[in-house]
């Protein structure tokens, strides 16, 4: 064989062979792990680890936001707000990389007093030396240019902006309007100014924030779902013990996995959806490496 | 105030523990607030006299008033120089103001004219002493001008550190953090009648440049029913006219040594004519009958209260009927008559309400509603779960319930205006007011409707609506309606406030939703 005809050859089969290498690379996809069982710190942990444990996203010194959902004024077993253990152990395990501040907030929707209380974060926390739950100020909003589709410029929370780490810890649940809440729209959590205004276009503007703004890790509690009448429920009967954490770097692959658990295909979710047609992340199950654990 | 008293100690003690009370009127993390918070309403003799007469029934949250009431049968009026905060700080700042001589108009009987009709008023069913009660008075000119003022300088002065050195503003964070968690408003609420309220404060100060304790001795309708009251007890002061050869009492006594005998109605028993007494004659004694003072009213006087407590009661009724449409009451409130007779507009709800959704009302229940709790849901919403209202209320205006009954109290019903809701007028979707909805049910829902856009586009909508059995009217929906000015869902006014059923607000109940319920999870049988 000549040395061109090789070339040739090579050059061909590569336009046949692109699926397959395509794939390859799929295979590598993102990684989300899924742990599962009773001892909720446990499995926080085993699903951290599984992701090369926070060590990989937490250097020493750095200051971490982690981002639960307290946005309503419900007790945990209403799997509207975050598990309170879920939460202090993503804490404990920045605290343990090094991390030299953590603090956790959110823009409730009901009284913010109220909300940090009933969720029980506010006192799992309580005495934790170099961490701050801290209530929003509305003088630490910044204009942030999106760019988007749909929001051209937003107010996102200064100390969200300014972390070294930020890390989204969602609860999933049912919304009336986006199907489901999860990784994505817990980040309108940061957001200011007037958050119904983008609920016309919400899987837009949600693409457009996330697009700009991106968690370090997602890790969603599924210990508790709640499957109706949210996002704030408030009957027992609407709510699914899972025992399940999620966890991921992508963002909508955490999210498009969370879906499943409610017997929903990714697509089905517009959020999910438009932000992996605009290339913010996988959510076809079968190019990421689940791992369960 | 140079001289340390029992009485002066005593002053400022009760002094500090109004503010202290006032501070702790506050949600603080717990879902019950200190009983005592309005402790000062509840021995309050004319809240008491004036909530009973217009109730016409025993008030047991009262008996502390009723006690105080009966206590001055024997000492007078000791609660104005013993307790009363008011009267505190008239003494703590009349030293400063200098003074010209009684105002003619009020030395008569004019204090009589003011108490009578109220209670007359009282009597006929309209509850109005709280307007001119000293306790409210001050109250009320904390909470809706000095204390809102005051956190507003702090704030503003804290924001604009941290537009000045930025995030390094966090060092004194902690030093910030013990001002906000305890002294503090925690929300920043403007008030209707702020000004009044200040204005009527301030006017009580301005009296002092007449003469000392102008308004306790002159105006005050507690301490004239207290004075009243002292006339029939056997507390005596020895002697009661000045001694020809002294007359140092004309200068020590705050109040009551205008003329040659001491004025019993007006005697606030400081005890400076005794303490100060230079040859030490001057004793206060339990003894037989007391020098005619002359009657107590002249039947001009009472035939005057009669009609003027009458005019109170009925010529003040008018209401607009545009205004009442949103004349909505704070949660258990029932029945406005009912209601209008034990509000004894303290200012208590609206302290303590979390969400600042009640504000004082103007004119929209009438004149005779003047400062009565109105919830305006556009500026605050009732908090599900909250119940401290009902908690502060001293007579049971707002009935102390726990909260799975407080959620189901029916506040008013809310409706859609279809002209203005984006999802029937501008055919996009929105359903704010379903997400934020806390019944556990979802008082609204909303169904899917294929629709052609005004774009041309053929889209699925989701259109709300309201399902009247489950709505309790909180006002959360009105609140966070997107849409600027007047939201496209309101809560209304409804005469029938019957609590919703129990099974719609239990929480922990079985949650099936109605049979009827037309609404569909799309999740049911979903899950793993």
């Not at chain 2, 003072?293 to 209260?305: H, K, Y």
Request: positive net charge.
């Amino acid at each position: 064989m000549e040395r061109r005809q090789f070339i040739k050859i090579l050059g061909m089969s590569s336009l046949f062979l692109h699926g397959w290498l395509r794939n390859l690379f799929a295979a590598q996809g993102p990684m989300v792990a899924v742990a599962q069982g009773t001892d909720h710190a446990g499995i926080t942990r085993k699903a951290l680890a599984a992701l090369g444990g926070m060590q990989q996203f937490v250097k020493p010194g750095q200051t971490v936001v982690v981002k639960p959902n307290i946005g309503w004024d419900r007790t945990p077993e209403y799997a509207a707000t975050t598990n309170p253990t879920v939460v202090k152990t993503v804490v404990e395990e920045c605290l343990k990389a090094g991390a030299k501040r953590v603090k956790v907030f959110d823009r409730t929707c009901n009284d913010p007093r109220r909300c940090y209380a009933s969720s029980g974060i506010e006192s799992a926390l309580r005495g934790m030396k170099g961490v701050e739950v801290k209530h929003l100020e509305e003088e630490r909003f910044k204009k942030v240019a999106l760019n988007g589709k749909v929001l051209k410029e937003w107010e996102l929370y200064g100390e969200a902006l300014s972390a070294d780490v930020y890390i989204n810890v969602p609860v999933a649940k049912h919304h009336g309007l986006s199907r489901l809440t999860l990784g994505m729209k817990n980040v309108m959590g940061i957001m200011g100014g007037s958050r119904g205004a983008i609920h016309k276009n919400i899987d837009q503007a949600l693409a457009d924030v996330n697009a700009s703004f991106r968690p370090h890790l997602t890790l969603i509690d599924a210990t508790r779902i709640l499957t109706a009448h949210g996002p704030q429920g408030g009957n027992l009967a609407d709510v699914k013990v899972l025992n399940r954490v999620i966890a991921s770097t992508d963002i909508v692959a955490a999210d498009a996995y969370a879906t499943t658990l409610f017997g929903l295909k990714p697509a089905d979710i517009a959020v999910t959806r438009t932000a992996y047609q605009r290339g913010l992340g996988e959510m076809n199950l079968d190019k990421m490496r689940i791992v369960r654990v | 105030m140079k001289k340390v008293t029992s009485a002066r100690i005593s002053q400022l003690l009760f002094l500090a523990l109004f503010l202290v009370l006032f501070l702790m009127t506050e949600y603080r993390g717990s879902d019950r607030i200190v009983a005592a918070v309005n402790g000062f309403f509840r021995a309050n003799p004319l809240t008491a006299a004036s909530t009973m007469l217009a109730a016409r029934e025993y008030q047991p949250l009262l008996l502390p008033g009723l006690l105080v009431l009966v206590a001055a049968v024997f000492l007078g009026r000791f609660f104005c120089g013993w307790i009363c905060p008011l009267g505190t700080i008239l003494d703590l700042v009349t030293g400063r103001i200098r003074k010209v001589g009684a105002i003619r108009a009020l030395t008569g009987r004019a204090k009589y004219w003011l108490l009578l009709p109220l209670l007359i008023a009282s009597l006929l069913g309209v509850n109005l002493a709280g307007l001119l009660d000293p306790i409210a008075l001050l109250l009320r000119a904390l909470t809706f001008f000095f204390h809102p003022l005051f956190g507003d300088t702090v704030r503003g002065g804290w924001r604009s550190l941290y537009g000045l050195i930025g995030e390094r503003r966090d060092l004194f964070d902690p030093g910030y953090r013990l001002l906000r968690d305890y002294l503090l408003p925690f929300r920043e609420t403007l008030y209707p009648l702020a000004f009044l309220s200040a204005l009527l404060f301030v006017l009580i100060l301005f009296l002092e440049r007449y003469e000392r304790r102008a308004w306790c001795r002159r105006l005050c309708p507690l301490g004239t029913l207290l004075g009243l009251v002292s006339r029939l007890g056997p507390l005596r002061r020895i002697p009661a006219k000045l001694c020809a050869d002294c007359q140092a009492c004309r200068e020590h006594c705050p109040t009551s040594f205008d003329r040659d005998l001491l004025q019993m109605e007006e005697c606030i028993l400081c005890l400076e004519c005794s303490l100060r007494c230079p040859s030490q004659r001057v004793r206060f004694r339990f003894a037989g009958p007391r020098p005619q003072v002359g009657t107590v009213m002249e039947r001009r006087v009472f035939l005057g209260g009669l009609v003027g407590g009458v005019v109170l009661a009925r010529g003040l009724r008018f209401r607009e009927p545009a205004a009442e449409a949103k004349l909505l009451r704070p949660p258990g409130v029932r029945d406005e008559d009912e209601f209008l007779k034990k509000c004894v507009r303290c200012g208590e709800c609206m302290k303590v309400c979390l969400r600042s959704a009640l504000y004082p009302a103007f004119f929209q229940a009438g004149a005779q509603g003047l400062y009565t709790p109105l919830l305006v849901p556009r500026l605050g919403y009732c908090e599900y779960n909250c119940t401290l209202c009902g908690q502060v209320c001293p007579t049971g205006a707002i009935p102390d319930l726990g909260k799975e009954e407080k959620q189901r109290q029916v506040i008013g019903k809310a409706v859609f205006d279809k002209n203005h809701c984006l999802p029937f007028a501008k055919r996009i979707d929105c359903i704010v007011c379903e997400e934020h909805c806390p019944i556990p049910g979802k008082a609204i829902r909303s169904e899917r409707v294929e629709l052609t856009g005004f774009d041309g586009v053929k889209r699925v909508v989701q259109q709300p609506y309201v399902v009247d059995e489950l709505c309790n009217g909180c006002g959360i929906c009105e609140n966070v309606c997107p849409l600027e000015g007047k939201a496209a869902i309101e809560v209304f006014r409804v005469k029938d406030r019957t609590p919703l059923k129990a099974s719609s607000g239990g929480a922990s109940s079985s949650g099936a939703p109605p049979v009827s319920d037309p609404y569909v999870d799309p999740y049911a049988g979903g899950g793993s």
